[in-house]
């Protein structure tokens, strides 16, 4: 019996995607076996089998089944074959990246003492009595109306469209309640890593004696297998985790729910650019299975599949709309007020304001708030203690030797990082140009945002929460407690803590450097900075006693932009129809469809005319007679990045099929260019990519 396997072959390389070997018998597809590749052997998946021997020849046998698993499920493979061809991927590739690393490397005699590892857990946790399950909330009219509806629909996508604090995570959890009684598997995304201990707490004390587990980068090797592995045997009935998690085996797969659908996060930017929330998508009407997109801003594509793009009928439509529109207990959201720093500025000096984070006008209600107990929460998103060191003399700025960027300044250790490749050398005592020592810091990062509160809060209760000091395991955890318990008066963060978080002690929000994304050339940045503020207002006044008094101020330069007039109002429909308007006029997502190739060389040159050579390969394929628009090539937003230049070329068409049966029949053309003159370090398509 011949078998084609997939195995994960290096990028690009000259071998198919699928391999053929040998066995003694038929197996079915999805079996997880190890073969040998070169001098290796490697872990495979079967695919497909014949009786029919393959071309080539010298086909090697399979050396081993690890047959203590049971096959992975055709719809998993089928999800797996569809991405593989819509994000332009070999299926290879993507499917054994899609396993734990460590089941890659298992033969089946570790395999074996693996899964009796794991039974071993399952039977201790199910001999420990559970704890007293978590009442069901008391549910508000529209928490009601949402479950309801979600009971008597066919499975579709739902996009639950309720502002912060409504409580969304209740109707998760109900409508989680109701899968599980129905004997199926949860599968819950959130966006990052952060969000997963507090939920994943949230759902154990709603489900006690339940399995669940969680899939994430941030567990050990061990763990993510042992996690898996419970999945893949249907012994996990509820499975958290980041985007990583849509792939997850799971056989009995009865309800999905995407938290914070908006967020970028859910989009794969390197590797195969996958989009877990539209893989999400798929693999519920694969499965006829509800998937529940949850968010306070969702995203225009997310709105214009739900309630459509404002010419076309509502009938259109691809998702069923669910609007919760008021918070739990009758809260209020925060009002939110804009403070214009060129009246601030005129007032009180520029040099009271440069040593201010936050306006003098601001610093009143700072400290009634300290003194009532309640908090304070400053968002800037931008870490470090300021973006660039200059000298006042010559001009010298903290370029990175390696990339098209500046070097990040960090007071704490006194160094000067590269956010984009690492590269970090302590601050130099003087400037390295002229010698002159007065070398001093420009803008602010949130370690300066610290510095200056703590200065103007003498006694101050100040905690910064952001990617430095939440490197150390359980670190975010113990700070979030701290904030949590009334110990922290005044938190300092970039959007780690603006979403998620159901901070009950936060009645004011100060937004401090909001303009930077207003007049960016990235057209979805509107899109991005509304939802980040909208989502930081939503920490404030979350308990219904505080939410009359709450607020949020955006320190701004531009008081009178439309964005900040739609936030004022906290009116995201209106915000959403304006900006649909623009990208309709423009040609843009969700009214075009985009893809990008990329290419990194040693030269900018080099890979340029890679893309040259790719844009003429494109047009001989009929490209424009396709109604695909290629676009030059340019230099990528950060040009270089640990001394390697990247460029990219956009192709748009008006409808997806277009665009995609072009890639398909494109990608001949590139792996032959990569192989030839024009070759360049690596290459990649992004299929609707984020940013261009």
Same mark, same amino acid.
């Given at each position: 019996?011949?078998?084609?396997?997939?195995?994960?072959?290096?990028?690009?390389?000259?071998?198919?995607?699928?391999?053929?070997? $040998?066995?003694?018998?038929?197996?079915?597809?999805?079996?997880?076996?190890?073969?040998?590749?070169?001098?290796?052997?490697?872990?495979?998946?079967? %695919?497909?089998?014949?009786?029919?021997?393959?071309?080539?020849?010298?086909?090697?046998?399979?050396?081993?089944?690890?047959?203590?698993?049971?096959?992975?499920?055709?719809?998993?493979?089928?999800?797996?074959?569809?991405?593989?061809?819509?994000?332009?991927?070999?299926?290879?590739?993507?499917?054994?990246?899609?396993?734990?690393?460590?089941?890659?490397?298992?033969?089946?005699?570790?395999?074996?003492?693996?899964?009796?590892?794991?039974?071993?857990?399952?039977?201790?946790?199910?001999?420990?009595?559970?704890?007293?399950?978590?009442?069901?909330?008391?549910?508000?009219?529209?928490?009601?109306?949402?479950?309801?509806?979600?009971?008597?629909?066919?499975?579709?996508?739902?996009?639950?469209?309720?502002?912060?604090?409504?409580?969304?995570?209740?109707?998760?959890?109900?409508?989680?309640?109701?899968?599980?009684?129905?004997?199926?598997?949860?599968?819950?995304?959130?966006?990052?890593?952060?969000?997963?201990?507090?939920?994943?707490?949230?759902?154990?004390?709603?489900?006690?004696?339940?399995?669940?587990?969680?899939?994430?980068?941030?567990?050990?090797?061990?763990?993510?297998?042992?996690?898996?592995?419970?999945?893949?045997?249907?012994?996990?009935?509820?499975?958290?985790?980041?985007?990583?998690?849509?792939?997850?085996?799971?056989?009995?797969?009865?309800?999905?729910?995407?938290?914070?659908?908006?967020?970028?996060? +859910?989009?794969?930017?390197?590797?195969?650019?996958?989009?877990?929330?539209?893989?999400?998508?798929?693999?519920?009407?694969?499965?006829?299975?509800?998937?529940?997109?949850?968010?306070?801003?969702?995203?225009?594509?997310?709105?214009?599949?739900?309630?459509?793009?404002?010419?076309?009928?509502?009938?259109?439509?691809?998702?069923?709309?669910?609007?919760?529109?008021?918070?739990?207990?009758?809260?209020?959201?925060?009002?939110?007020?804009?403070?214009?720093?060129?009246?601030?500025?005129?007032?009180?000096? /520029?040099?009271?304001?440069?040593?201010?984070?936050?306006?003098?006008?601001?610093?009143?209600?700072?400290?009634?708030?300290?003194?009532?107990?309640?908090?304070?929460?400053?968002?800037?998103?931008?870490?470090? +203690?300021?973006?660039?060191?200059?000298?006042?003399?010559?001009?010298?700025?903290?370029?990175?030797?390696?990339?098209?960027?500046?070097?990040?300044?960090?007071? !704490?250790?006194?160094?000067?990082?590269?956010?984009?490749?690492?590269?970090?050398?302590?601050?130099?005592?003087?400037?390295?140009?002229?010698?002159?020592?007065?070398?001093?810091?420009?803008?602010?990062?949130?370690? $300066?945002?610290?510095?200056?509160?703590?200065?103007?809060?003498?006694?101050?209760?100040?905690? /910064?929460?952001?990617?430095?000091?939440?490197?150390?395991?359980?670190?975010?955890?113990?700070?979030?407690?701290?904030?949590?318990?009334?110990?922290?008066?005044?938190?300092?963060?970039?959007?780690?803590?603006?979403?998620?978080?159901?901070?009950?002690?936060?009645?004011?929000?100060?937004?401090?450097?909001?303009?930077?994304?207003?007049?960016?050339?990235?057209?979805? @940045?509107?899109?991005?900075?509304?939802?980040?503020?909208?989502?930081?207002?939503?920490?404030?006044?979350?308990?219904?006693? %505080?939410?009359? $008094?709450?607020?949020?101020?955006?320190?701004? %330069?531009?008081? @009178?932009?439309?964005?900040?007039?739609?936030?004022?109002?906290?009116?995201?429909?209106?915000?959403?129809?304006?900006? !649909?308007?623009?990208?309709? @006029?423009?040609?843009?997502?969700?009214?075009?469809?985009?893809?990008?190739?990329?290419?990194?060389?040693?030269?900018?040159?080099?890979?340029?005319?890679?893309?040259?050579?790719?844009?003429?390969?494109?047009?001989?394929?009929?490209?424009?007679?396709?109604?695909?628009?290629?676009?030059?090539?340019?230099?990528?937003?950060?040009?270089?990045?640990?001394?390697?230049?990247?460029?990219?070329?956009?192709?748009?068409?008006?409808?997806?099929?277009?665009?995609?049966?072009?890639?398909?029949?494109?990608?001949?053309?590139?792996?032959?260019?990569?192989?030839?003159?024009?070759?360049?370090?690596? %290459?990649?398509?992004?299929?609707?990519?984020?940013?261009?």
């Amino acid at each position: 019996m011949y078998l084609t396997v997939l195995v994960q072959l290096p990028r690009h390389s000259a071998l198919d995607a699928a391999l053929h070997y $040998r066995w003694t018998c038929r197996l079915p597809v999805g079996t997880l076996v190890r073969v040998p590749l070169g001098k290796r052997l490697v872990a495979g998946i079967v %695919w497909h089998d014949s009786t029919e021997p393959p071309p080539q020849a010298g086909v090697r046998d399979i050396a081993e089944v690890l047959a203590a698993l049971p096959p992975l499920s055709d719809p998993w493979c089928a999800l797996l074959a569809f991405a593989a061809g819509y994000y332009q991927r070999s299926v290879g590739e993507l499917a054994l990246t899609a396993l734990p690393p460590e089941l890659r490397d298992l033969d089946a005699v570790m395999l074996a003492r693996r899964l009796k590892r794991l039974n071993k857990r399952l039977d201790a946790a199910a001999a420990v009595p559970a704890a007293d399950a978590e009442l069901a909330r008391p549910l508000s009219p529209s928490q009601a109306q949402v479950l309801a509806a979600l009971e008597g629909a066919a499975p579709a996508a739902h996009l639950i469209h309720g502002v912060t604090g409504s409580g969304k995570t209740e109707v998760y959890l109900q409508a989680a309640d109701a899968a599980l009684a129905r004997g199926e598997q949860v599968l819950v995304l959130v966006p990052e890593i952060n969000l997963t201990p507090q939920l994943e707490a949230r759902f154990a004390q709603r489900f006690p004696g339940r399995c669940l587990v969680s899939l994430h980068s941030g567990l050990t090797p061990a763990q993510r297998l042992q996690n898996w592995l419970a999945a893949h045997l249907g012994e996990a009935e509820l499975v958290l985790g980041t985007r990583m998690a849509i792939f997850a085996s799971m056989p009995r797969l009865g309800l999905i729910v995407v938290d914070e659908e908006h967020d970028p996060s +859910y989009k794969q930017q390197e590797g195969a650019r996958y989009s877990a929330r539209d893989l999400a998508v798929y693999r519920g009407r694969q499965l006829q299975c509800p998937v529940l997109l949850g968010s306070a801003t969702p995203s225009l594509e997310t709105w214009v599949n739900a309630r459509g793009d404002g010419e076309s009928p509502a009938k259109s439509t691809r998702y069923q709309y669910h609007a919760m529109a008021e918070r739990i207990g009758q809260g209020e959201l925060p009002k939110v007020r804009l403070l214009d720093l060129a009246m601030v500025t005129n007032q009180y000096g /520029r040099n009271a304001m440069r040593d201010c984070v936050v306006a003098p006008p601001l610093m009143k209600a700072v400290h009634e708030r300290m003194e009532r107990g309640e908090q304070t929460l400053v968002l800037l998103n931008r870490r470090g +203690y300021a973006p660039v060191l200059h000298c006042t003399s010559c001009g010298w700025k903290s370029a990175c030797q390696h990339c098209s960027a500046w070097r990040v300044f960090h007071k !704490l250790d006194r160094t000067l990082r590269c956010h984009h490749c690492g590269f970090t050398e302590p601050v130099p005592r003087a400037c390295p140009v002229c010698k002159d020592p007065d070398i001093q810091p420009l803008g602010r990062g949130t370690e $300066r945002v610290e510095e200056q509160l703590a200065a103007q809060l003498p006694g101050a209760r100040i905690r /910064r929460i952001d990617a430095d000091t939440t490197r150390l395991k359980g670190a975010l955890e113990q700070q979030l407690a701290e904030v949590h318990s009334g110990e922290v008066d005044v938190l300092v963060g970039t959007q780690i803590v603006a979403k998620g978080h159901d901070f009950r002690r936060v009645s004011l929000v100060v937004a401090v450097h909001a303009d930077a994304a207003l007049f960016s050339s990235d057209f979805r @940045a509107p899109e991005r900075l509304f939802s980040l503020l909208m989502q930081a207002a939503g920490r404030a006044g979350r308990d219904p006693a %505080w939410s009359a $008094r709450s607020e949020m101020w955006v320190q701004t %330069w531009h008081p @009178a932009h439309p964005l900040y007039g739609a936030l004022v109002a906290h009116d995201f429909e209106a915000f959403a129809q304006a900006q !649909l308007g623009e990208r309709r @006029a423009a040609g843009l997502p969700p009214f075009a469809h985009l893809a990008l190739l990329r290419a990194e060389a040693r030269t900018q040159e080099a890979a340029q005319a890679f893309l040259h050579a790719a844009a003429q390969a494109a047009e001989a394929l009929g490209a424009t007679d396709r109604g695909v628009m290629v676009y030059p090539p340019v230099p990528a937003s950060v040009q270089k990045v640990a001394d390697v230049e990247r460029a990219q070329m956009l192709l748009e068409a008006p409808q997806r099929m277009a665009l995609q049966n072009l890639l398909q029949d494109w990608q001949g053309d590139l792996k032959a260019l990569a192989a030839g003159p024009q070759r360049v370090m690596r %290459w990649a398509i992004d299929v609707d990519p984020l940013s261009i």
